[in-house]
Protein backbone atom coordinates (compact mmCIF):
# COMPACT_ATOMS: atom_id res chain seq x y z
CA UNK A 1 0.00 0.00 0.00
CA UNK A 2 1.28 3.27 -1.24
CA UNK A 3 1.86 5.98 1.58
CA UNK A 4 1.89 8.78 -1.06
CA UNK A 5 -0.94 10.82 -0.52
CA UNK A 6 -3.59 11.08 -3.26
CA UNK A 7 -3.74 14.76 -5.48
CA UNK A 8 -6.27 16.30 -7.73
CA UNK A 9 -4.64 19.50 -9.81
CA UNK A 10 -7.79 20.77 -11.58
CA UNK A 11 -6.31 22.58 -15.05
CA UNK A 12 -8.89 25.31 -15.83
CA UNK A 13 -6.66 26.11 -18.98
CA UNK A 14 -7.83 29.22 -20.99
CA UNK A 15 -11.29 29.31 -19.07
CA UNK A 16 -13.20 31.69 -16.41
CA UNK A 17 -13.15 35.13 -16.40
CA UNK A 18 -11.54 36.15 -12.97
CA UNK A 19 -15.28 36.84 -11.15
CA UNK A 20 -16.20 32.92 -12.91
CA UNK A 21 -13.26 31.56 -11.33
CA UNK A 22 -13.94 33.30 -7.61
CA UNK A 23 -17.33 31.90 -8.16
CA UNK A 24 -16.23 27.94 -8.48
CA UNK A 25 -13.27 28.32 -6.14
CA UNK A 26 -15.72 29.40 -3.48
CA UNK A 27 -17.92 26.28 -4.10
CA UNK A 28 -15.02 24.07 -3.62
CA UNK A 29 -13.74 25.99 -0.69
CA UNK A 30 -17.25 25.27 0.70
CA UNK A 31 -17.03 21.85 0.08
CA UNK A 32 -13.62 20.44 0.36
CA UNK A 33 -11.84 23.25 2.27
CA UNK A 34 -10.63 21.52 4.95
CA UNK A 35 -10.51 17.93 3.78
CA UNK A 36 -7.25 16.93 4.39
CA UNK A 37 -7.67 13.17 2.56
CA UNK A 38 -6.77 14.33 -0.42
CA UNK A 39 -4.61 17.27 -1.64
CA UNK A 40 -6.05 19.30 -3.93
CA UNK A 41 -4.50 21.78 -6.42
CA UNK A 42 -6.71 24.31 -8.86
CA UNK A 43 -4.61 26.11 -11.90
CA UNK A 44 -6.72 28.87 -12.97
CA UNK A 45 -5.86 30.99 -15.97
CA UNK A 46 -2.84 34.01 -14.69
CA UNK A 47 -5.56 36.78 -14.67
CA UNK A 48 -7.83 35.00 -11.73
CA UNK A 49 -4.92 34.02 -9.70
CA UNK A 50 -4.51 36.80 -7.49
CA UNK A 51 -8.53 36.82 -6.85
CA UNK A 52 -8.54 33.06 -6.39
CA UNK A 53 -5.87 33.09 -3.87
CA UNK A 54 -8.06 35.64 -1.90
CA UNK A 55 -10.74 32.95 -1.96
CA UNK A 56 -8.49 30.16 -1.09
CA UNK A 57 -7.00 31.95 1.92
CA UNK A 58 -7.53 29.61 4.91
CA UNK A 59 -8.58 26.39 2.44
CA UNK A 60 -6.17 23.01 2.31
CA UNK A 61 -6.58 24.05 -1.41
CA UNK A 62 -3.35 24.71 -3.14
CA UNK A 63 -2.99 27.38 -6.03
CA UNK A 64 -1.07 26.61 -8.90
CA UNK A 65 -0.18 28.29 -12.72
CA UNK A 66 -0.39 26.78 -15.83
CA UNK A 67 3.22 27.69 -17.29
CA UNK A 68 5.57 30.20 -16.25
CA UNK A 69 9.42 31.62 -17.77
CA UNK A 70 12.47 30.11 -16.68
CA UNK A 71 14.20 33.68 -15.87
CA UNK A 72 13.21 35.42 -12.87
CA UNK A 73 12.37 38.64 -14.87
CA UNK A 74 13.97 40.63 -17.83
CA UNK A 75 12.51 41.22 -21.60
CA UNK A 76 9.97 38.66 -22.17
CA UNK A 77 7.06 39.98 -23.36
CA UNK A 78 3.93 38.53 -22.08
CA UNK A 79 5.53 36.04 -19.85
CA UNK A 80 5.36 35.87 -16.39
CA UNK A 81 7.97 34.46 -13.77
CA UNK A 82 8.26 32.49 -10.63
CA UNK A 83 8.97 35.00 -8.04
CA UNK A 84 5.68 36.84 -9.67
CA UNK A 85 4.02 33.76 -8.93
CA UNK A 86 5.17 32.98 -5.84
CA UNK A 87 3.93 36.30 -4.83
CA UNK A 88 0.27 35.27 -5.34
CA UNK A 89 0.58 32.39 -3.30
CA UNK A 90 1.05 29.80 -5.96
CA UNK A 91 2.35 26.70 -5.06
CA UNK A 92 2.45 24.49 -7.94
CA UNK A 93 3.15 24.96 -11.37
CA UNK A 94 1.95 22.83 -14.47
CA UNK A 95 4.98 22.37 -17.03
CA UNK A 96 5.21 21.09 -20.58
CA UNK A 97 1.21 20.35 -20.81
CA UNK A 98 1.09 18.83 -24.44
CA UNK A 99 -0.82 22.05 -25.36
CA UNK A 100 1.85 23.73 -24.89
CA UNK A 101 4.34 21.38 -26.43
CA UNK A 102 1.97 21.13 -29.84
CA UNK A 103 0.76 25.03 -30.19
CA UNK A 104 3.31 26.57 -28.61
CA UNK A 105 6.42 24.68 -29.84
CA UNK A 106 7.54 24.11 -25.92
CA UNK A 107 10.63 21.92 -26.03
CA UNK A 108 12.00 19.62 -23.60
CA UNK A 109 14.90 21.52 -22.81
CA UNK A 110 12.72 24.81 -22.27
CA UNK A 111 10.50 22.37 -19.52
CA UNK A 112 13.85 21.59 -18.31
CA UNK A 113 14.83 25.52 -17.51
CA UNK A 114 11.50 26.16 -16.41
CA UNK A 115 11.43 23.18 -13.98
CA UNK A 116 15.05 24.01 -12.47
CA UNK A 117 13.67 27.54 -12.23
CA UNK A 118 10.65 26.59 -10.56
CA UNK A 119 12.26 24.16 -7.61
CA UNK A 120 15.06 26.80 -7.46
CA UNK A 121 11.89 29.06 -6.04
CA UNK A 122 9.92 26.77 -4.03
CA UNK A 123 7.25 25.94 -6.47
CA UNK A 124 6.15 22.08 -6.89
CA UNK A 125 6.78 21.56 -11.23
CA UNK A 126 3.77 19.46 -12.11
CA UNK A 127 6.46 18.27 -15.34
CA UNK A 128 3.62 16.56 -18.27
CA UNK A 129 4.51 14.20 -20.45
CA UNK A 130 2.84 11.55 -23.07
CA UNK A 131 3.14 10.35 -26.43
CA UNK A 132 0.82 11.14 -29.32
CA UNK A 133 -1.70 8.57 -30.46
CA UNK A 134 1.04 8.02 -33.91
CA UNK A 135 3.52 6.83 -31.37
CA UNK A 136 1.19 4.91 -29.38
CA UNK A 137 0.81 3.11 -32.62
CA UNK A 138 4.21 2.90 -33.53
CA UNK A 139 4.91 1.08 -30.06
CA UNK A 140 6.97 3.96 -28.83
CA UNK A 141 4.89 5.31 -25.81
CA UNK A 142 7.61 4.20 -23.66
CA UNK A 143 10.61 5.98 -25.39
CA UNK A 144 8.81 9.12 -26.00
CA UNK A 145 8.17 9.26 -22.40
CA UNK A 146 11.46 8.38 -20.87
CA UNK A 147 13.04 10.71 -23.19
CA UNK A 148 10.65 13.33 -22.08
CA UNK A 149 11.51 12.39 -18.53
CA UNK A 150 15.01 12.10 -18.90
CA UNK A 151 15.62 15.60 -20.46
CA UNK A 152 12.77 17.61 -18.70
CA UNK A 153 14.51 16.72 -15.08
CA UNK A 154 17.98 16.65 -16.24
CA UNK A 155 20.03 18.29 -13.19
CA UNK A 156 17.36 18.58 -11.02
CA UNK A 157 19.29 17.38 -7.53
CA UNK A 158 18.04 13.99 -5.06
CA UNK A 159 17.17 16.55 -2.59
CA UNK A 160 14.69 18.03 -5.01
CA UNK A 161 13.32 15.78 -6.61
CA UNK A 162 11.01 14.40 -3.80
CA UNK A 163 9.25 18.11 -4.71
CA UNK A 164 8.34 16.81 -8.57
CA UNK A 165 5.05 15.69 -9.63
CA UNK A 166 4.63 13.63 -12.84
CA UNK A 167 1.74 13.85 -15.17
CA UNK A 168 1.45 11.29 -17.61
CA UNK A 169 -0.83 12.09 -20.21
CA UNK A 170 -1.65 10.32 -23.14
CA UNK A 171 -2.10 13.16 -25.50
CA UNK A 172 -4.69 11.12 -27.25
CA UNK A 173 -6.62 11.28 -24.34
CA UNK A 174 -6.73 14.82 -23.55
CA UNK A 175 -10.13 16.57 -23.93
CA UNK A 176 -10.93 13.70 -26.52
CA UNK A 177 -13.20 11.39 -23.87
CA UNK A 178 -10.85 8.28 -25.10
CA UNK A 179 -9.35 7.07 -21.83
CA UNK A 180 -6.32 4.94 -21.07
CA UNK A 181 -7.55 1.96 -19.82
CA UNK A 182 -6.26 1.59 -15.95
CA UNK A 183 -3.83 -1.29 -17.17
CA UNK A 184 -2.14 0.94 -20.17
CA UNK A 185 -1.93 3.95 -17.48
CA UNK A 186 -0.81 1.87 -15.10
CA UNK A 187 2.14 0.02 -17.17
CA UNK A 188 3.23 3.77 -18.34
CA UNK A 189 3.68 5.12 -14.67
CA UNK A 190 5.30 1.65 -13.38
CA UNK A 191 7.69 2.70 -15.88
CA UNK A 192 7.92 6.56 -15.27
CA UNK A 193 8.52 5.19 -11.44
CA UNK A 194 11.14 2.73 -12.38
CA UNK A 195 13.20 6.27 -14.78
CA UNK A 196 12.95 8.37 -11.69
CA UNK A 197 13.91 5.61 -9.14
CA UNK A 198 17.37 5.06 -11.42
CA UNK A 199 17.44 9.49 -11.42
CA UNK A 200 16.86 9.88 -8.36
CA UNK A 201 17.39 6.65 -5.86
CA UNK A 202 14.03 4.18 -5.21
CA UNK A 203 13.02 5.63 -1.99
CA UNK A 204 13.12 9.17 -3.73
CA UNK A 205 10.99 7.65 -6.69
CA UNK A 206 8.47 6.36 -3.90
CA UNK A 207 7.63 9.62 -2.36
CA UNK A 208 6.87 10.88 -6.53
CA UNK A 209 3.79 11.51 -7.28
CA UNK A 210 2.75 10.51 -10.86
CA UNK A 211 -0.81 11.94 -11.85
CA UNK A 212 -2.95 10.08 -14.83
CA UNK A 213 -4.24 13.18 -17.20
CA UNK A 214 -6.66 12.92 -20.02
CA UNK A 215 -10.38 12.79 -19.94
CA UNK A 216 -10.38 11.51 -16.20
CA UNK A 217 -13.75 12.01 -14.88
CA UNK A 218 -15.93 10.73 -11.80
CA UNK A 219 -16.96 7.18 -14.04
CA UNK A 220 -13.34 5.73 -15.00
CA UNK A 221 -11.39 7.85 -12.09
CA UNK A 222 -12.19 4.92 -9.49
CA UNK A 223 -10.35 2.00 -11.39
CA UNK A 224 -7.80 4.43 -12.81
CA UNK A 225 -6.60 5.65 -9.15
CA UNK A 226 -7.17 2.42 -7.49
CA UNK A 227 -3.66 1.31 -9.52
CA UNK A 228 -0.33 1.09 -7.38
CA UNK A 229 1.29 3.64 -9.56
CA UNK A 230 -1.45 6.74 -9.95
CA UNK A 231 -1.22 9.13 -7.13
CA UNK A 232 -3.89 11.19 -8.41
CA UNK A 233 -5.21 12.95 -11.28
CA UNK A 234 -5.03 16.12 -13.49
CA UNK A 235 -7.67 16.98 -14.29
CA UNK A 236 -9.11 19.35 -17.16
CA UNK A 237 -12.51 19.29 -18.41
CA UNK A 238 -13.80 17.49 -15.38
CA UNK A 239 -12.12 20.28 -13.35
CA UNK A 240 -14.42 23.11 -14.67
CA UNK A 241 -17.83 22.80 -12.75
CA UNK A 242 -17.98 21.72 -8.90
CA UNK A 243 -19.79 18.82 -8.70
CA UNK A 244 -17.59 16.69 -11.00
CA UNK A 245 -14.26 18.26 -9.35
CA UNK A 246 -15.60 17.17 -6.48
CA UNK A 247 -16.73 13.71 -7.20
CA UNK A 248 -12.82 13.39 -8.54
CA UNK A 249 -11.74 14.33 -5.07
CA UNK A 250 -14.18 11.92 -3.09
CA UNK A 251 -12.79 9.35 -5.91
CA UNK A 252 -9.84 10.04 -5.00
CA UNK A 253 -9.91 9.97 -0.92
CA UNK A 254 -11.89 6.37 -0.99
CA UNK A 255 -9.23 4.52 -3.60
C1 LIG B 1 -5.39 18.18 -19.33
O1 LIG B 1 -5.51 19.08 -20.13
O2 LIG B 1 -4.43 18.15 -18.57
C2 LIG B 1 -6.43 17.15 -19.28
C3 LIG B 1 -6.17 16.03 -18.70
O3 LIG B 1 -7.63 17.47 -19.92
P1 LIG B 1 -8.96 16.56 -19.92
O4 LIG B 1 -9.19 16.08 -18.52
O5 LIG B 1 -10.03 17.47 -20.40
O6 LIG B 1 -8.70 15.42 -20.86
Redesign the pocket.
Known amino acids: MSTRKKLIAG ?1 W ?1 MNKTAADAVTLAQELVAAVGRQPAVDVVVCPPFTALESVARTLDGSLIKLGAQNMHAEPSGAFTGEVSAPMLRALFVTHVILG ?1 S ?1 RRQLFGETDPAVNLKTLAALKHQLRPIVCVGETLAEREAASTLKVVQAQVERGLEGVGKDHAANLVIAY ?1 PVW ?3 TGKVATSEQAQEVHAFIRGLLGKLFTDPVAQRIRILY ?4 KPANAPELLAQKDIDGG ?5 SLEARSFLDLLAAAAAS
Open positions: NKHEEAIGGGSMLIGGA
